[in-house]
């Protein structure tokens, strides 16, 4: 199983020091916060995506890009990319752009936002939310199967012979998940194109959850793509963690009281008992993420919401290194042992296992497109069989 | 045809003891005598919104209902048949019940009979169940009886309305629920993704074919 963190990129007065960073101090924490999980050997960083504030993370791949470039082995995520305002067109490209640069260290995570303004300030109308999130992926996708592309749709301007550039690396897209709360549609449409299905569950009771992930699993089989256990799933978390739990409580405490998010609502001890949320010693965590696989079953990545509600940045890397020294290890074992059988996957697709499945099926997609391939079909002119490709996956660039 | 029916009551009074408590236990009591005239075994729960005071407003701020509330609106979506009654406050229903209303799932009253019923100090009120209530459970698609029953002070005194006083218009309300929900089959348990679309059928809603 994987483990990660998420950052919603809030800008949020520290209740206890009365500080509030500004934009460019916060973008520059989530830097830090992402450089210092790939060192401390956490597998993912996720990003979110917002245009408005009190968020400052608006541009991903630009964050994502650099972060590339300067982490070794983390995979870099987004949570989530907005499929409903974004042009499918550009997240084709843009995401392509990322996976070349970051030598397929990444994935991405499709969402439709949480703000129902987001909409009209990029043109678009909310109660499309769903349709447009149907259309725009499925154009996202064939803009990354096929070269040249002949489109047209209800949302945006047709495409006559467009190619996205530049192709995906070695010819296989992204791996993409689906993240949804509520709307099974979502979880319909991971199931059917066999993506993988993240449920943010952090302010929801596992039994919602279960419910989710269990429409997801059933859709998944149902469609093809393997038995119901073998779906990828991911959950999401958030914890706040001390060695003692009555320090972590009370270190706590004024962050959750305040938060935005939560702050002013249900009291700490009744949002610790409902939801995801975990504030307490290292082995409280364990105990309580070990059960969840009981509940959804075996899933393959959990990630963790830990940068959040005024956090300073120093706490936040000692979370980052208590995850990982004292946690994951741990819960790793705990619940890699409850996988029901060896063909359910330990972890999301590698890109190198995507690599792989493609040229045993057959289905590698063209990595170039060079100037004398022709662009009718789409096929390739130039010397060689693109599935005699070495799979550059993990190959850190630049590094 | 005996079946099992299930009689919600929402009660919005803030005082122990309510007179809105009370008028929702009378309507309660007229309807499960005009269903078990009728051959029906009927099981009431009731939600006294007063008890989750705090957990309403925390459903508002987080967007999911905890603990007691869970259950109780677990209760209400599977009901056969509810009686919602509030106290009156500054021309309308009062603020707990909006708000309780509020975090109803919006498809979660659809076709369930509904009867009305408010308390008030005065009868100069009563038409606020007309020009409030009713649009409000109109608004979320439920079956919402003709009747409504309101009860001012003096209704209790019996010196309301001496025309159709309180007990015969509690007595023909209840019939009138009870015959509403006896006309129905009884309630299931609801499948959260039973309406959920196939796939083809999110493309096609969208112009395009699988």
Do not use: C
């Amino acid at each position: 199983m994987q483990f990660g963190i998420f950052s919603v990129s809030d800008v949020t007065t520290d209740p206890v020091t009365g500080h509030t960073p500004d934009d460019t101090e916060r973008v520059r924490s989530m830097l830090t916060i992402a450089r210092h999980a790939d060192e401390a050997g956490l597998d993912v960083f996720a990003t979110g995506e917002h245009h408005n504030p009190p968020f400052v993370a608006s541009s991903p791949t630009t964050m994502l890009g650099y972060l590339a470039g300067v982490t070794r082995n983390i995979t870099l995520s987004t949570a989530t990319t907005l499929i409903t305002t974004n042009d499918p067109v550009r997240l084709a490209e843009e995401y392509a752009m990322l996976q070349v640069v970051s030598g397929g260290r990444m994935d991405l995570m499709m969402g439709r936002g949480n703000t129902g303004p987001v909409y009209p300030w990029f043109g678009k109308d909310i109660r499309q939310g769903i349709p447009l999130a149907i259309e725009n992926y499925a154009l996202l996708r064939r803009l990354w199967t096929e070269d040249v592309v002949d489109w047209q749709g209800k949302f945006r301007t047709p495409l006559q012979g467009f190619t996205s550039t530049p192709r995906p690396l070695d010819g296989v897209p992204p791996f993409v998940w689906h993240g949804s709360i509520r709307s099974p549609e979502i979880a319909e449409q991971a199931a059917y194109y066999g993506d993988g299905f993240l449920h943010n569950n952090i302010f929801w009771p596992l039994s919602h959850t279960k419910q989710m992930v269990t429409y997801y699993r059933q859709r998944f089989e149902h469609y093809g793509h393997g038995r119901a256990d073998q779906a990828i799933v991911g959950l999401g978390g958030q914890v706040f963690v001390r060695k003692n739990s009555q320090d972590a409580v009370a270190e706590f405490r004024p962050y959750f009281d305040d938060a935005p998010v939560y702050g002013h609502g249900p009291s700490m001890e009744d949002f610790t008992r409902e939801t995801p949320l975990t504030v307490g010693s290292p082995q409280q965590v364990i105990d309580r993420y070990g059960a969840f696989v009981d509940e959804v079953g075996y899933y393959q990545r959990q990630m963790f919401l830990i940068d959040h509600a005024g956090l300073p940045l120093k706490t936040v890397l000692e979370q980052i290194d208590i995850l990982a020294d004292e946690i994951v290890p741990e819960l790793r074992r705990i619940v890699e042992a409850k996988r029901p059988a060896d063909d359910v996957p330990l972890n999301p697709p590698t890109h190198a296992e995507r690599v792989a499945t493609a040229l045993r099926a057959g289905s590698l997609g063209a990595a170039h497109v060079g100037g004398t391939e022709d662009r009718w079909t789409g096929l390739r002119a130039e010397e060689g069989d693109p599935r005699n490709l070495e799979p550059t996956a993990g190959r850190p660039f630049g590094l | 045809m005996s079946s099992d029916r299930t009689l919600v009551t929402v009660s919005a009074g803030l005082s122990v003891p309510s007179s809105t408590r009370l008028l929702a236990d009378r309507l309660t009591e007229a309807t499960v005598e005009a269903l078990e005239t009728a051959g029906h075994t009927v099981t009431v729960k009731a939600i006294e919104l007063r008890g989750h005071a705090h957990a309403i407003v925390d459903a508002m701020l987080t967007g999911f209902p905890t603990g007691d509330l869970s259950a109780a609106l677990d209760t209400l979506y599977a009901a056969d048949g509810a009686i919602a009654v509030t106290p009156l406050f500054t021309t309308t229903y009062s603020g707990l019940f909006k708000s309780f209303v509020d975090i109803l799932d919006k498809d979660a009253l659809r076709g369930l009979p509904v009867l009305l019923g408010a308390t008030g100090g005065t009868a100069r009120h009563s038409l606020a169940l007309d020009y409030s209530l009713r649009p409000l459970f109109t608004y979320l698609h439920a079956d919402v009886l003709p009747m409504a029953v309101f009860a001012a002070t003096d209704d209790w005194a019996g010196a309301g309305d001496q025309v159709n006083p309180l007990p015969a218009r509690i007595t023909r309300a209840g019939a009138d629920l009870a015959a509403r929900i006896a006309a129905r089959e009884p309630a299931t348990p609801a499948d959260p993704f039973g309406s959920t679309p196939s796939f083809a059928d999110l493309l096609a809603r969208g112009g395009h074919s699988a």
